[in-house]
């Protein structure tokens, strides 16, 4: 025991002050000796949060702010579209409607006893097997046109002149017949051939919607504005002005220049100031009363009563117009022929050698510029008269 307890001093004293110099071989490793206490937490990063770490090793960190969001990527291309589906098979036709009632007003009945409420619309279709018309509101077919319009010269188009592709008749026929009635639609005409009485000649005269009887080529009549209350029918007239591009008429006056010329003659009577009269200025005036003149009388404006017309020619100081001869005197069927002339009683200028064969009256006027006389008769002016009365002398005839 004291030698082994010697034995292990002297190795210690080896191991102490020999091994610090010399180097031995290394040993195999010991055991790994027991975890020691966790050492204390770490200073946080930089921008992150504080961090505290439980004893099993889980941190709890405080969030950052959240980062700017980037641009939205490139919408991707459109996919094919999928095949049409199948069509799906007709559906079954339903049951046909029952027939409408027969006071149904809808329905045009075939056997015509039911007239049409509003215009017949074809829609472009024809309507065939018509018959020939027989009254004047029928439908005409066009062979019965072709007939009517072609007359006996069926195909003959020298009887026709076109324009435009549209044919027209270069003349028609007119008979004599019975002066129609007054045209039952306002504002139209009737044109019908008429016999002169008495005679073989017909003429082509027309009716308008007053009874108005009027005949071509002879009968000169333009309607105007009445200008004055009560124009009565047979009033000679003059043009007095115009209202809305309608001239308007007044009585004549043979007294003034202002009240003259005379335009024509009233054929209906006026009786307010705006009423729509007509005036003849030529023609045949027909169906007034004449009687108190003769057939031949020349008529004149009157200077005594404005208006009339009257067969004493007026004069001086008045003025003189003709409008129309007497052609037949009757009281109810009397004519003049319209024809107003020009005014006279007012003429000025140089007369030349004219014969008076009546009494001259100067209505207590002067005549002037008067000639030193020649003959016996002529008349002398108050100059020759005065130097004959200081002289003392006399005068022979």
Same mark, same amino acid.
């Given at each position: ?20 110099? %010399?180097? #031995?071989?290394?040993g195999e490793? /010991?055991? +790994? &000796?027991?975890? =020691?206490?966790? $050492?204390?937490? @770490?200073? *946080? !990063? ?11 090793m ?5 969030a ?12 991707g %291309?459109? #996919?094919?579209?999928?095949?049409? /589906?199948? +069509? &799906?098979?007709? =559906?079954?036709? $339903?049951?046909? @409607?029952? *027939? !409408? ?53 069926? !195909? ?35 044109i ?54 309608v ?9 003034s ?19 729509f ?9 027909e ?18 009563v ?5 067969n ?17 005197k009757?009281?109810?069927?009397g ?35 008067v000639k ?7 008349v002398?002016n108050k ?15």
């Amino acid at each position: 025991m004291e030698g082994r307890g010697q034995v292990i001093i002297l190795v210690l004293i080896v191991c102490l002050f020999v091994f610090p110099f %010399i180097t #031995g071989c290394i040993g195999e490793r /010991g055991h +790994t &000796g027991v975890a =020691g206490p966790a $050492g204390p937490n @770490g200073t *946080p !990063g930089s921008g992150g949060g504080a961090m505290n770490q439980t004893p099993n090793m889980t941190a709890n960190m405080t969030a950052g702010p959240q980062g700017i969001q980037g641009i939205q990527g490139l919408q991707g %291309i459109q #996919g094919v579209p999928g095949a049409t /589906g199948a +069509t &799906g098979s007709t =559906g079954a036709t $339903g049951a046909t @409607g029952a *027939p !409408g009632p027969d006071n149904d007003p809808w329905y045009l009945w075939v056997n015509g006893t039911r007239a049409m409420t509003g215009i017949f619309n074809a829609g472009g279709f024809n309507l065939s097997n018509l018959l020939n018309p027989v009254a004047n509101q029928d439908a005409a077919t066009k062979s019965y046109v072709d007939t009517a319009v072609a007359g006996a010269g069926t !195909g003959n188009t020298s009887q026709f002149y076109f324009l435009n592709g549209t044919r027209f008749a270069k003349s028609i026929n007119i008979t004599e017949i019975t002066p129609p009635t007054n045209p039952t639609s306002p504002k139209t005409l009737q044109i019908f051939g008429d016999f002169i009485p008495a005679t073989a000649f017909t003429v082509l005269k027309m009716i308008d919607d007053t009874g108005m009887v009027r005949e071509f080529l002879r009968d000169n009549v333009f309607a105007g504005e009445a200008g004055e209350d009560n124009i009565d029918k047979m009033n000679a007239v003059y043009d007095c002005g115009s209202e809305s591009n309608v001239p308007l008429f007044c009585r004549a006056d043979a007294n003034s220049m202002t009240t003259l010329p005379a335009v024509g003659i009233t054929i209906e009577n006026t009786t307010a100031t705006g009423d729509f009269g007509r005036i003849m200025i030529a023609g045949l005036l027909e169906d007034v009363d004449t009687s108190a003149w003769n057939e031949g009388n020349i008529l004149y404006v009157s200077d005594s009563v404005a208006g009339a017309i009257t067969n004493v020619k007026p004069i001086v100081p008045a003025l003189s117009q003709e409008v129309g001869v007497v052609l037949v005197k009757d009281a109810t069927a009397g004519k003049i022929q319209v024809l107003t002339k020009s005014v006279t009683g007012n003429e000025f200028g140089t007369i030349n050698n004219f014969t008076i064969v009546g009494n001259l009256n100067m209505n207590g006027n002067n005549i002037t510029q008067v000639k030193t006389i020649v003959a016996g008769s002529d008349v002398v002016n108050k100059s020759w008269v005065e130097a004959r009365q200081l002289c003392g002398a006399t005068y022979a005839t």
